[in-house]
C-alpha cells in the first residue's frame, strides 16, 4: 500500500487525519499515520497513546503494550495509559500483571474501592 498520503502533511494536519481514522474505526489507518507521527515528537502524549489504541482495537497487543509502557516510564501517574496498559495485557492473558496496573489506574482515578 501507498505510504505516501499517511505521512503528507503538517504534524497538526496528520493529527486530525489520524483522529479522523481512528473515529471511523479504521484502527489500522491511524496507526499508519500516527507512527511517523510518534517518531517526529516522540514527547508529545496524545499520539503515541492514540497509536496505543489504535493497536489495541486492531489486535497489535504487543505494540500496543510497547507504546504503553513507554507512556508509563515517561508518566507513572498517567492514568488511561495506566489502565490501558492493565487491559492489553489481560488481553494476552497476562492477568497477574495487569493487575497491578489496573489497581494504580483505579488508585489514581480516585476509585478507592477498587484498589
Known sequence: METKYYDQGTAAERWERAQL???AK???GAA???GGLVD???EQTGPRLLLA???YHSAQLRRAETELRTLVERDPVEHYARLMLGRTLQ???RHDEAES???IASALAG???QV
Open 21 to 23: 481514522f481512528f473515529d
Open 26 to 28: 479504521d484502527y489500522a
Open 32 to 34: 499508519r499515520v500516527l
Open 40 to 42: 517526529e515528537v516522540p
Open 53 to 55: 489504541r489504535a493497536y
Open 91 to 93: 488481553r494476552q492473558g
Open 101 to 103: 496496573h489496573l489497581r
Open 111 to 113: 476509585d478507592f474501592e
